[in-house]
Each structure stands twice: as structure tokens, then as C-alpha cells.
Nanobody
Framework: QVQLVESGGGLVQPGGSLRLSCAAS????????MGWYRQAPGKQRELVAI???????NYANFVKGRFTISRDNAKNAVYLQMNSLKPEDTAAYYC????????WGQGTQVTVSS
């Protein structure tokens, strides 16, 4: 059974930084795609950033220049470095992986507030 375990969320002031981590376990395959989505209260889940196992990335426009996604294929891990955080970045952030089907983590809360 594939599991995605996230860590790194928390409370940060506007302009601050956080780094999210996610590791996939229970699989011998390297995920074709890994990434991050987020969901704020009352809103639909939306793409933040994804990265293919070859390193190709795709970012939502609202995070370009502020967030950086990376992965470690040897560890089946994906990371999201978030800089210049804004209150509107407040949401639950979900790790995503595609290994023949979609897998999701349980989510980690990011709150940006003074």
C-alpha cells in the first residue's frame, strides 16, 4: 500500500518561509509525477506545483517566483520551498504522487498570519 507522509507545515508570518516535505513509501516504483496541491476553506483543491521524475516542473501562476519544487528520486521524496508567503497562501497542502494511479497525502496545514 502506497503512503505519502507530509511534514513541514505550520504558522508563519507574512513574508516568511516554510519547507514542506513528502515521502512515498510502500512502492518499489519511482513516481512518474510528484507534487503539491492546496485547499483553502470553502475553495476547491488547486495545483501548486508538480515535478516529473525527469525534473520537468509546472507551477501555478500564483506561486511562480516564490515557491520551488524539487524531488529526490532515490528517496521517493518531494519538497516545496515556499518563500515570501502571503496570507492568501493559507491552506491545507496535499502531497500528490502518480504511480499507475493517483495517491494523496493526508495534508499539512500552512497558516500565514501576523
Amino acid at each position: 500500500q502506497v503512503q505519502l507522509v507530509e511534514s513541514g507545515g505550520g504558522l508563519v508570518q507574512p513574508g516568511g518561509s516554510l519547507r514542506l516535505s513528502c515521502a512515498a513509501s510502500g512502492t518499489i516504483f519511482s513516481p512518474n509525477v510528484m507534487g503539491w496541491y492546496r485547499q483553502a476553506p470553502g475553495k476547491q483543491r488547486e495545483l501548486v506545483a508538480i515535478i516529473a521524475n525527469g525534473g520537468t516542473t509546472n507551477y501555478a501562476n500564483f506561486v511562480k517566483g516564490r515557491f520551488t519544487i524539487s524531488r529526490d528520486n532515490a528517496k521517493n521524496a518531494v519538497y516545496l520551498q515556499m518563500n515570501s508567503l502571503k496570507p492568501e497562501d493559507t491552506a491545507a497542502y496535499y502531497c500528490y504522487a502518480y504511480i499507475k494511479t493517483d495517491y494523496w497525502g493526508q495534508g499539512t496545514q500552512v497558516t500565514v498570519s501576523s
